[in-house]
Structure formats: structure tokens, C-alpha cells
């Protein structure tokens, strides 16, 4: 599967973007979908998922601010961003795990877990 991330820019604080990502090749619906980011000089870290059967789970440092979710008719995944703060800013991935993978929720936040990972789309986050 190929993924392509698009929908980062830079905007001020306490803005709002909403990120896409569309997947081509295999079965979307079958794929647990993940948000990463990596900010310059620091690792890749964990944002949001949603599981290919339901259930979706978002880090502490976006709760109440991010929100996932997916169009299976579509092949897409969304990541809608409110109340952007500098720290927000890193480049966002979106990534796949194989298909119909038994990953719990506990473990979706592990990099290791995802097989397919997009080119990634800037955020910038500045006053």
C-alpha cells in the first residue's frame, strides 16, 4: 500500500488544520492507520490510530485537541488539529500495519507495529 500525506502549513497559535492522508493499493478497510511526528532533532513519536475494527486512541500531548478518523469509501484518514501550539510543530506521517493486524490498543502507539509509512507533510506552528 502507498500512502500520501497532504493538508500541513504554517499557521499561528490556536489555529486549525486538518491533514489527509490517502492510501492506494490493497484493502483499505482491512489496515489499522496511524498519525506519527517527528520534530527536528527528536524521534518519531506517536500521535493518533484507528483500528481497522474500531477503536481509536490518541497521545496525551493532542487529547482534546486532535481527533482521527477514517472514510473506508474513500481510503482516507484525517487527522483535524485544533488549537495548534508551537510544540505541534514536526512533520506528520501517516502509516499503515499489515492487513487485518491484531494489534491491541495498547500497541499503537509502537512504530515497530506499522509496515507502511507515507513521505510525510510539514506543520509549522508560529506566532
Known amino acids: 500500500v502507498q500512502l500520501q500525506a497532504s493538508g500541513g502549513g504554517s499557521v499561528r497559535p490556536g489555529a486549525s488544520l486538518r491533514l489527509s492522508c490517502v492510501a492506494t493499493?490493497?484493502?483499505?478497510?482491512?489496515?489499522?492507520m496511524g498519525w506519527f511526528r517527528q520534530a527536528p532533532g527528536k524521534e518519531r513519536e506517536f500521535v493518533a490510530a484507528?483500528?481497522?475494527?474500531?477503536?481509536?486512541s490518541h497521545s496525551d500531548s493532542v487529547k482534546g485537541r486532535f481527533t482521527m478518523s477514517r472514510d473506508n469509501a474513500k481510503n482516507m484518514v484525517y487527522l483535524q488539529m485544533n488549537n495548534l501550539e508551537p510544540e505541534d510543530t514536526a512533520v506528520y506521517y501517516c502509516?499503515?500495519?499489515?492487513?487485518?493486524?491484531?494489534?491491541?490498543?495498547?500497541?499503537?502507539?509502537?512504530?515497530?507495529?506499522?509496515?507502511?509509512w507515507g513521505q510525510g507533510t510539514q506543520v509549522t506552528v508560529s506566532s
Open positions: 493499493g490493497g484493502t483499505f478497510r482491512s489496515y489499522t
Open positions: 502509516a499503515a500495519t499489515k492487513p487485518y493486524s491484531g494489534i491491541i490498543l495498547s500497541q499503537l502507539s509502537s512504530r515497530d507495529e506499522y509496515e507502511y
Open positions: 484507528i483500528r481497522w475494527r474500531g477503536g481509536t
